[in-house]
Nanobody, 117 residues
Framework: VQLVESGGGLVQAGGSLRLSCAASGLTFSLYKVAWYRQAPGKERAFVASIGWSADSPYYADSVKDRFTISRANAKNTVYLQMNSLKPEDTAIYYC???????????WGQGTQVTVSS
């Protein structure tokens, strides 16, 4: 099983980035996918999640109305569109595939997002 994040980088405050999480080696329909982030010196924190049907995305309050999570099931890929970025959004962003029926969860290796002021 592999989860590969991409799309991170350096952006100025107010800018946008789109992260991708490409999954392979698993039955994608069995997994909810979530994005987490970890800033330097802080614990990993939930950002957003989306189920197979994509009808119930869920967001942390800190990113609501700025970030949008979506998934392309035919491509086994989940996206995180990040708009109006702030310096406090600087972190390593990880995707996590969460088995919907109690099976093993998987993490990606992370992608760095840096927002300059």
């Amino acid at each position: 099983v592999q989860l590969v994040e991409s799309g991170g980088g350096l952006v100025q405050a107010g800018g946008s980035l789109r992260l991708s999480c490409a999954a392979s080696g698993l039955t994608f329909s069995l997994y909810k996918v979530a994005w987490y982030r970890q800033a330097p010196g802080k614990e990993r924190a939930f950002v957003a999640s989306i189920g197979w049907s994509a009808d119930s995305p869920y967001y942390a309050d800190s990113v609501k109305d700025r970030f949008t999570i979506s998934r392309a099931n035919a491509k086994n890929t989940v996206y995180l569109q990040m708009n109006s970025l702030k310096p406090e959004d600087t972190a390593i962003y990880y995707c996590k595939a969460e088995h919907q029926y109690g099976g093993r969860d998987y993490w990606g290796q992370g992608t760095q997002v840096t927002v300059s002021s």
